[in-house]
């Protein structure tokens, strides 16, 4: 005999209150319970309709990203909004044909799909590039661009940034940039881990106390934690205000490492001009040529830490920068907090930065790389049973 959807109880098949849905006839105890279910149907039906088409995603999807890893609560949500998938054998199986709408992977509780959840609290996005002519960094020159005006007005007493060694061809080497000639000189990426907290708490040291911070989100991360943290350095941070710029990053390599695969290829570090990381490859920019090598081959070369880190997008940071999502030679700006905002605007207006509101697709591509940080974690962040 069927069951009522709502109340649960058994009713007979001739009850008198019954619905079609989805090509599927259900049977109620009452009028109540029915209304309640068409109004739930309906319900899920708006949601359906309110998941752009080019977002809608199939239970295939749920099933690699989810399911298979082990990763899914048991907690229902996809079989409690959608009629093709049950629980069957502790897990969610499709049990009629799949129609792509999208709301089991979007109401999973383990899936990350709002902008918020992939690339962190925001004001605005833009699109921007350096106006100034001599400045040459990576993609648009963004960074330095609006250090560029917040020294030369005097907003900050200096900038904690990162420049190549003298010694040691790309190799990233912290430094306190006071000057505007500094800064040139710190212009463009490096993918290396660099030490950039002890040039900040050099310059705190030192009674400089507004200080902008450049940094990827692992570096973010400890300039915040040391400004909340209850445990020591309050004598030094409470005299200090530090703008947080952060840099997109999806992985570092060991400096040694990038070293001795550049070398095996035939070519000099110090011959090198720029380095890009760009689609899955790894661009080194020669006077000669471009040289480009699958990101795959450095895979032994990438620093552990990254394997853990789920922030792309600098989410602590004031402001974030990164290559993703605008075209060649510009830069995706996030605003974040309201300092950042009027900073970031301010160089606008002052004309050091040509800036646009970041289109819709563009952001799409970054939140598209931001997911790809965010799950990676469900391969490698698991616990282990323990035998003694």
């Known amino acids: 005999m069927p069951i009522d959807p709502i109340c649960k109880k058994i009713v007979p098949d001739d ?50 990203d989810i399911i298979k890893p082990g990763i899914c609560t048991l907690c229902g949500a996809c079989s409690a909004t959608c009629e093709s998938v049950a629980i069957k054998n502790e897990q ?17 509780p383990r899936t990350i ?14 699109r921007a590039r350096s106006a100034l002519p001599d400045v040459k960094g990576q993609d648009g020159g963004v960074v330095t661009a609006m250090l560029a005006y917040a020294l ?15 010694e040691e061809p790309w190799k990233p080497v912290p430094m306190i940039a006071r000057t505007y000639e500094d800064l040139l000189e710190s212009s463009g990426s490096m993918y290396s881990h660099s030490m950039t907290m002890n040039a900040l708490m050099s310059a705190i040291k030192q009674g400089l106390r507004s200080i902008a911070f450049v940094g990827p989100s692992c570096n973010i991360d400890a300039v915040t934690k ?7 350095f309050l004598n030094l941070f409470m005299r200090a205000n530090i703008l947080k710029m952060g840099l997109f990053c999806m992985d570092t390599f060991q400096y ?43 895979d032994i070369y990438r620093s552990s830490s990254c394997k853990y880190c789920s922030d792309m997008a600098s989410e602590n940071a004031d402001i974030s920068f990164g290559g993703v999502g605008t075209p060649k030679d510009w830069t995706t700006v996030i ?34 790389l931001a997911r790809m940080k965010k799950i990676q974690m469900y391969s490698v962040n698991r616990r282990e049973k323990k035998c003694d």
């Open 15 to 64: 009850t008198p209150y019954s619905t079609d849905y989805g090509g599927k006839k259900y049977h109620f105890c009452s009028d109540w319970c029915q209304v309640k279910f068409e109004h739930l149907e309906k319900s899920v039906i708006r949601m359906r309709r309110a998941i752009p088409e080019k977002e809608r995603i199939g239970f295939g999807k749920l099933r690699k």
């Open 335 to 368: 605003a974040r907090t309201g300092l950042g905002y009027e900073l970031y605007n301010e160089a606008v207006d002052s004309g050091y930065i040509d800036s646009y509101l970041l289109k819709k697709e563009e952001m799409k591509r970054a939140t598209n």
């Open 226 to 232: 040391m400004q909340k943290s209850p445990y020591g």
């Open 113 to 126: 799909t709002t902008e918020e959840g992939l690339v962190g609290k925001m004001r605005l996005a833009y």
């Open 256 to 298: 040694e490492g990038i070293k001795e695969f550049v070398e095996s290829k035939n070519i000099r570090l110090e011959d090198i001009e720029s380095m890009k990381i760009r689609k899955g490859q790894f661009e080194f920019q020669t006077p000669e040529e471009l040289k480009v090598y699958s990101l795959d081959e450095f």
């Open 152 to 166: 030369e007005e005097g907003l900050i007493d200096c900038a904690i940034v990162t420049k190549k060694s003298d």
């Open 92 to 108: 969610p199986t499709l049990v009629a044909k799949c129609t792509g709408c999208g709301v089991c992977y979007n109401q999973c």
